[in-house]
């Protein structure tokens, strides 16, 4: 099978209630009828109009009718809580069988905090801070004996991975800072990506899609384990794959559907391996960049300085990907004959070849907003949160919050300046 193929294969065995490819747009009426004869439709009415009219055709095809009459607005990049807030008004005000969210990884995260908020709000809380952290929303659920209202979420943009996971990111623009909710019981009901619709997006966007390909599959192989160890490897060298090999050809051509489903694949591949395995380090400080770069582009910044960190314990990782960034052309290293830090920089040099190639910050300092006064503090202080203890632990070389001023400020120093001289080893 060649990476297309294997691709489609992979995720419709892992996702039997996802509806992908090309011209599959078409089936959110009767995906929404199977909730019941009222959905509430989320989408951005502007740049997406033709997508949301192609929706609205498909409900009222299938006899289902708009909550309210109209189309709630979707949220903000990178989901503000306010946000959050007032689309759990409109699921009290209208009462629907289901929320259909169209958009990118903000209005489906979004709509899963909303739908939770307006299930659990009466009973639990309506402050979305007492969900944030691990599992929570289903022990509230078992607690209450509720049910989430079903989520139809209709992917747009080829990024988080947003309409397949168990996560929810919001962010506190007051603090600059994201925060997580993670459970399973919050995953979408029905999920939708027909790739041909990522046109509509702004070219940035899809760039920073690719990276986080990348970032959701890397990060997770390398801290692959055990039965994991083996899917993790396959996803991550597919998705990798068809970054490298079609990145480009949206950026010579924006409207190539071919790529643009290449890169959709690789974004869902994304998707199925953070429900396998966990993000660690450039997802957390990825978190803390969010008033400055998209959250693609950090985690793309932030992961060639974390491979050097973890070097000792994820050498068989970086002999895979170093080898698919060779094949494609980012590296003349040999990288069967390295090995130990030599190694993890050598990848760590390809990935930022990678980077460069597409106009991508290659890092922090690269980032127009970027500031080393304001970031870096505020990235070391999230890494003391507790709520975000998990991406220590899920590091291939796990870190305590007493760990964290000893090796992960000179992380951050390094990816400011580019140096990898300056990353310790633990």
Do not use: W
């Not at 996971?165 to 979408?188: E, F, H, M, R």
């Not at 991550?236 to 559907?257: G, H, M, Q, R």
């Not at 190694?343 to 080393?372: C, H, Q, R, W, Y």
Request: include cysteine; glycine fraction near 8%.
């Amino acid at each position: 099978m060649n990476n297309f193929e294997k691709a489609y294969d992979i995720l419709r065995k892992a996702f039997p209630n996802y509806t992908l490819g090309v011209g599959c747009l078409k089936e959110v009426g009767k995906l929404a009828k199977g909730f019941g004869k009222k959905a509430l439709l989320v989408s951005n009415t502007t740049y997406m109009k033709e997508v949301a009219e192609e929706i609205e055709a498909s409900l009222k095809e299938a006899g289902v009718e708009i909550a309210g009459g109209k189309i709630a607005p979707d949220a903000k990049p990178n989901a503000p809580r306010e946000d959050v807030y007032r689309l759990t008004t409109y699921v009290l005000d209208y009462k629907p069988d289901s929320i259909i969210a169209v958009g990118g990884g903000s209005t489906i995260d979004a709509c899963k905090a909303a739908s939770m908020l307006a299930t659990l709000g009466e009973k639990i809380t309506p402050e979305i801070d007492a969900y944030f952290g691990t599992g929570k929303v289903s022990e509230y659920l078992k607690e209450t004996s509720l049910k989430l209202i079903p989520v139809i979420a209709v992917q747009t943009s080829a990024s988080s991975g947003a309409h397949l996971t168990k996560y929810s990111n919001i962010t506190d623009p007051v603090l600059g800072q994201k925060k997580l909710i993670v459970d399973p019981a919050i995953v979408p009901a029905k999920a939708v990506f027909d790739y041909k619709v990522t046109k509509t997006m702004p070219l940035s966007v899809t760039i920073d899609g690719a990276l986080d390909a990348i970032s959701h599959t890397f990060e997770v192989f390398c801290g692959a384990k055990g039965e994991n160890y083996e899917r993790a490897k396959e996803l991550c060298e597919t998705a990798i794959s068809l970054v490298l090999e079609y990145a480009k050809d949206i950026i010579k051509n924006p409207a190539d559907i071919k790529a643009r489903e290449a890169i959709g694949l690789a974004t869902d591949l994304g998707g199925y391996a953070i429900m396998v395995g966990g993000t660690s380090g450039a997802h957390m400080t990825s978190f803390s960049l969010v008033d400055c770069v998209g959250h693609g582009t950090a985690c793309g910044v932030m992961n060639p300085y974390y491979a050097v960190f973890y070097s000792k314990a994820i050498q068989k990782q970086l002999k895979v990907v170093g080898s698919v960034f060779k094949k494609y052309g980012f590296t003349d290293k040999d990288i069967d004959a390295l090995s130990g830090r030599e190694l993890a920089e050598a990848v760590a040099e390809a990935m930022i070849n990678f980077s460069a190639s597409i106009g991508a910050p290659t890092k922090l300092t690269d980032i127009e907003k970027f500031s080393v006064e304001i970031h870096i503090p505020r990235a070391m202080k999230a890494a003391h949160d507790p709520d975000l203890k998990m991406k220590l632990q899920n590091m291939p070389v796990p870190m305590t919050a007493d760990d964290v001023d000893e090796f992960m400020l000179p992380i951050l120093e390094a990816a400011a300046s580019g140096d990898f001289k300056l990353i310790k080893e633990m």
